[in-house]
């Protein structure tokens, strides 16, 4: 046996009586089960005063997590090369769609993000995420001979990345953008780019960003009340000091289940952005190890796929791979940064957890080409 055929012997992932990875499937499962129960009970009692058991929000989450585990399934069995193929027209398709939000977008607290179609809201952003990763991976599988090259191999899919950040900025999303320029910079660096034209990258990066925050009169005014939201608790650092107070409310081991003081009008989105801090509250920081956990596991097993596929040359499945597992993670420690006061708020949804259809569906789908990835990897591994 050669040492590149024992190496991807020791990287491949475990798999059961199903044909997938075990541990993958664990934490998926793990983190459904986790969002399904806590959207739950913080939403109860939402909508009602008199605290009326509410119901309406668990339904349509646990509508959004069997429509989202369907395209999981669907996905998981598309030969990797699919997507490869048709990287270019699934961006194309979804900078129209972001276009298109400046014409008939339905405006939200201030945000124009949503699309709706036949009474369902569709957020572009969410499946900009994951178009932006498909299409990466197949840029760095096309460019691998120049991604040295700082013209032909890094400037091209900056400019695609400044296109869809334009995009997105227009909305206003600035949290969807530093996420995706993230996950594909992670890529790069793995891609092979070299450290110097890292550097690079990292300094005009920061220097962007320095520049959207300090343009933009709310997202300073958030930068702001990071600093010290109990200056001004009843307005500007709100959000931020009712998510601190229900994280310490939870201690260790927490209130109990359902128990939370601060969901019941206190703390702002409790079901989506600021879950884990009624996570937290509920079942302390146990409950906020455990997403942790999860999140860390989900990354290990997306690494772990990355590196067989890679060791047996099948260079964009690893590419994809990567970028999925930094695409999901990464959104996860910057909501979990921002309920824990460690990371200015933004408006990011905890991946699997928080309530959201599209988000709900987006990340079955990138849960989906993960196990594609494995699965056809394990499959060519098998007729060597």
Known sequence: MSAASLQAT???????????????????????MLGLIMVFSS???????????????????????????????????????VWQRSSVVLLVLTLLSLAMLLIVGVEVNGSQRWLSIGGFRLQPAEFAKLAMVIYAASYLTRKQAQIQQFTQGILNIGMVLALLGF???????FGSFFVITAAVGLMMFLGGIRISHTLLCLSLAAL??????????????????FRNPWADPFDTGFQLTQALIAVGRGEIFGVGLGASIQKLYY????????????IGEEL???GILLVISLFALLLHRAL????????????????LAQGVGFLLVFQAVINIGVNLGVLPTK????????????????????MGLLFAVDRQTRMREGLK
Do not use: K
């Open 10 to 32: 020791r990287t491949q992932p475990q798999s059961n009586s199903i044909g997938v990875d075990s541990t993958l499937l664990g934490v998926f499962i793990g983190l459904l």
């Open 43 to 81: 939403t109860v009692s939402m909508g009602s005063r008199e605290l009326i058991i509410n119901t309406s929000h668990f339904w349509r989450q646990l509508l959004h997590m069997v429509v989202g585990v369907g395209i999981t399934v669907v996905v998981a069995t598309i030969p990797v090369w």
């Open 167 to 173: 995009l997105l900025l227009l909305q206003p999303d």
């Open 208 to 225: 962007v960003m320095f520049f959207l925050v300090g343009m933009s009169e709310y997202r300073m005014a958030r930068v702001m009340s």
């Open 267 to 278: 703390l702002p989105h409790a079901n989506n952005d600021f879950i884990l801090a009624v």
């Open 284 to 286: 302390g920081l146990l």
């Open 304 to 319: 772990v796929i990355a590196r067989a596929a890679e060791l047996i040359g099948r260079i964009y499945a690893a590419r």
């Open 347 to 366: 408006g990011l949804t905890l991946p699997f957890i928080s309530y959201g259809g599209s988000s709900m569906l987006v990340c079955c789908a990138a």
